[in-house]
T-cell receptor
Framework: DAMVIQNPRYQVTQFGKPVTLSCSQT?????MYWYQQKSSQAPKLLFH???????NEADTPDNFQSRRPNTSFCFLDIRSPGLGDAAMYLC??????????????FGPGTRLTVL | EDQVTQSPEALRLQEGESSSLNCSYT??????LFWYRQDPGKGPEFLFT???AGEEKEKERLKATLTKKESFLHITAPKPEDSATYLC???????????FGTGTRLQVTL
């Protein structure tokens, strides 16, 4: 089955220690998104890639970076995690972001704990 | 700024007790409204997309409707497996950004 895969499902890191979260997709979608979801809150878009074009949300902290080496993979790098970065990180894909109304399909998420 | 408000925050129903969840929005130029289901510790699962006022979509016990100011998710004769958080999200303008509400936590008991 075509799907969005996130690894690891659970990640524990120390305050200030860089961490990388991974997302892969077998849907061959052009657009990949990263959302942050804190407990009992709405998912919040951090950034997205339309093919190789990177689009950062204005309020995404500089501490968050992303890489998309090819169509299938996208990485979220947190350079110096703080306690406030503990959250569920969701990866999503859509076929074509142009116009914005294509359905976004989500992976299972990575739960990040910062000690 | 686009705003999406969902109510109630939490809803407890008995099996078979039908009800509706509300998603009201204040946006400039709605292009689409999405409903997702999210189980604890998992990613959102797509349910419906609605594009224009008057549109309705159904799937099993769920029916989504859209007006110019709000959307309803009607749940008919719910079962315990319908227990989840239901998220509403909108897309506006030309951006690919989903703006989510904070969701309604639904619990269906026997």
């Amino acid at each position: 089955d075509a799907m969005v895969i996130q690894n690891p499902r659970y990640q524990v890191t120390q305050f200030g220690k860089p961490v990388t979260l991974s997302c892969s997709q077998t849907l061959n979608h052009n657009v990949m998104y990263w959302y942050q979801q804190k407990s009992s809150q709405a998912p919040k878009l951090l950034f997205h890639y339309y093919d190789k074009d990177f689009n950062n949300e204005a309020d995404t902290p500089d501490n968050f970076q992303s890489r998309r080496p090819n169509t299938s993979f996208c990485f979220l790098d947190i350079r110096s995690p703080g306690l406030g970065d503990a959250a569920m990180y969701l990866c999503a894909t859509s076929r074509d972001g142009g116009g914005g109304t294509d359905t976004q399909y989500f992976g299972p998420g990575t739960r990040l704990t910062v000690l | 700024e686009d705003q999406v408000t969902q109510s109630p925050e939490a809803l407890r129903l008995q099996e078979g007790e039908s009800s509706s969840l509300n998603c009201s929005y204040t946006v400039s130029g709605l292009r689409g409204l999405f409903w997702y289901r999210q189980d604890p510790g998992k990613g959102p699962e797509f349910l419906f997309t609605l594009y224009s006022a008057g549109e309705e979509k159904e799937k099993e016990r769920l029916k989504a409707t859209l007006t110019k100011k709000e959307s309803f998710l009607h749940i008919t004769a719910p079962k315990p497996e319908d227990s989840a958080t239901y998220l509403c999200a909108v897309v506006t303008g030309t951006a690919s950004k989903l703006t989510f509400g904070t969701g309604t936590r639904l619990q269906v008991t026997l």
